[in-house]
Each structure stands twice: as structure tokens, then as C-alpha cells.
């Protein structure tokens, strides 16, 4: 059977987040989570409504003022660590709060063990978006 790659496959990807309010999306992404800024713009009417943000060495996420902020309950984006129970507590030192899920156990921390192995810990920006980090141990 011939081995086919989407055309798409050559590019990198970036994860896009509708937020209600761009200035407190900016107080989140740039003060809680200390992601640099890469770029800003417009987004559909609201000038200056739009951000990139790096992460990882490059482009990560393009956050935006759209009507729809919020309106999905799965996670969105997903940082990778390697440590997680350090990043977890330097999150939380700049308020962020870690999601609890019923259905899962979780450590003290808000920590729980990822299927498939490692662990992972959620949490949500002001529009109720989700976010995931995870760690292989």
C-alpha cells in the first residue's frame, strides 16, 4: 500500500483561541502565563483583537476576540513538560487554578495519571478555555 502525506504535513501548525475580551485574555496569557508575545493585530472588527504568543521556540498560539470564546468544554492546547509538579506549582503561584474532574482521581496538586501512562493536570483560561499539561513521568 503507497504511503500518502497530506500536503498540510509540511507545515507548521498553531492552535487558535477565541477569547471574549482581548485586554483580559493579555492580562492571562502574558501575566499569568508569561508567554511572549511574537505578534498583535486586528481580529474581524476589533483592531488590535488578536495576539500570537510563543512557545517551544516558536509560534504556539494565536489568541483572538471572537463571540465563540468558550463555547467547547475539551481541551484545546497541550504544553508538554518535564517537570510537571514544578510547573504545576509556579502556575499556581501566579493564580492559576487547576481543574478537578469527578470521574478522575487527583494528587494534592490536581495531578492525575494520563492513559497510556505519565500524568497530567488541566486548567482553564478566563473564558473557560482548557488547557492540558503533561509529563511522561
Request: charged letters at 20%; zero cysteines.
Amino acid at each position: 500500500m503507497p504511503q500518502w502525506f497530506m500536503p498540510l504535513s509540511r507545515y507548521h501548525l498553531r492552535a487558535s483561541i477565541a477569547v471574549s475580551d482581548i485586554e483580559r485574555a493579555v492580562g492571562f496569557y502574558e501575566g499569568t502565563l508569561g508567554l511572549p508575545v511574537l505578534q498583535s493585530g486586528p481580529s474581524a472588527h476589533v483592531a488590535g483583537g488578536s495576539r500570537v504568543y510563543g512557545s517551544g521556540g516558536g509560534p504556539a498560539l494565536n489568541v483572538y476576540q471572537s463571540a465563540t470564546a468558550g463555547k467547547t468544554p475539551a481541551t484545546l492546547a497541550t504544553w508538554y513538560v518535564d517537570d510537571l509538579d514544578q510547573t504545576v506549582d509556579e502556575l499556581v503561584a501566579s493564580g492559576v487554578e487547576f481543574i478537578r474532574y469527578e470521574q478522575l482521581e487527583h494528587d494534592a496538586k490536581g495531578i492525575t495519571p494520563r492513559a497510556g501512562g505519565g500524568r497530567i493536570a488541566w486548567f482553564q483560561d478566563p473564558d473557560g478555555n482548557t488547557f492540558a499539561l503533561e509529563a511522561d513521568t
